[in-house]
């Protein structure tokens, strides 16, 4: 009786695992991009790409300056909120703020290889009206700017809370399940690092409690040059821009 019963536990932990495994695999990306923060759009946008039939809405300040700088934002965050401390920040660069698929007022559905194509192309648009262009990604955006720059002539790349690839990041949350095997957005930025050979600025939070620091250390070992490396001490991964350290390192990083 006893041994039936620890059969029928074996059993019943085997289908909970496999459900779960499910969960993951079926909601990943439900996990990943959260565009509905960004959905309340509070400034209109003045900026349109179609790329892929797919329409982007995106922002631009300080127009008409002869260098660009490309921002990509983090997996839940309204980039339109940064319009105005970029300005500042930047005043000699145009600053072009691109909302991903689904985002703020864009179309379409987001992905890792639709999320690239359209930074892509948004490069190609941008580079046309300036003399050089530099990308700055945080977070997830940290992802699509490694591949970018890896692609296309970026003059400088600014990364801010970074990581190698997202699948070691999910597999420390989830070290019971076969991430690797599951993950169909992978974001494996330790691929396309070796082939930037732009300059590189890597700003990490001191208290980051979602980007573990050994997955930043990781991308930073992954460049064919080492990048310049920036540790704010207090910052946490979503209150960074509020430390004069994270604007300082980015001011002097982008003359």
Known sequence: MFLRVIGVMAVLAGLLYIAFAAALYFNQRGMIYHPEFSWRVAHAPDLV???QGVTLRGWVVNPGKPRALLYFGGNGERVEDAREELARWFPERTVYLLPYR??????GEPTEQALVADALAWFDRVAKDHVSVAVLGRSLGSGVAVQLAARRPVERLALVTPFDSLVRVAQGFYPWFPVDWLARDRFDSWRYAPQVRCPVLIVRAGEDQLMPAERTAALAASFATPPLLQVVPEAGHND?????AYRASLTRFFP
């Open 102 to 107: 689904g985002y703020a007022a864009s179309e």
């Open 49 to 51: 790409l179609v790329n």
């Open 240 to 244: 960074i821009q509020d430390y004069l």
